[in-house]
């Protein structure tokens, strides 16, 4: 089993930035591939960005590329989504994810969850 926390979700204006955080215990970190998804009120869970248990390999969705960055630290068992230029449309609750194995991150492939932080767009 691994247990994902995140934190650092909260409100933020036009143009802002959040840092969410990830923490995993339990098995390995670094055997896992970790990433990011979302789900605003009413619509589906979708994807956001990946990255490999190295953190050489990122992915983005369309949606956030440019504005968004991964990363981790697998000495501290975390993974990062530094979030840049926050629009309105960012709002949503932000969910870690962990997958050993895939190659592709998606919903479909998730191993753990977390339980979500949410990120308000404040005008």
């Known amino acids: 089993q691994v247990q994902l926390v995140e934190s650092g979700g909260g409100l933020v204006q036009a143009g802002g930035s959040l840092r969410l955080s990830c923490t995993a215990s339990g098995r390995t970190f670094s055997n896992y591939k970790m990433g990011w998804f979302r789900q605003a009120p009413g619509k589906e869970r979708e994807f956001v960005a990946a990255i490999n248990w190295s953190g050489a390999s990122t992915s983005y969705a369309g949606s956030v590329k440019g504005r968004f960055t991964i990363s981790r630290d697998n000495a501290k068992n975390t993974v990062y989504l530094q979030m840049n230029s926050l629009k309105p449309d960012d709002t949503a609750v932000y969910y870690c994810?962990?997958?050993?194995?895939?190659?592709?991150?998606?919903?479909?492939?998730?191993?753990?969850w977390g339980q979500g932080t949410q990120v308000t767009f404040s005008s």
């Open positions: 994810a962990a997958t050993y194995g895939a190659v592709t991150m998606s919903a479909g492939v998730v191993d753990y």
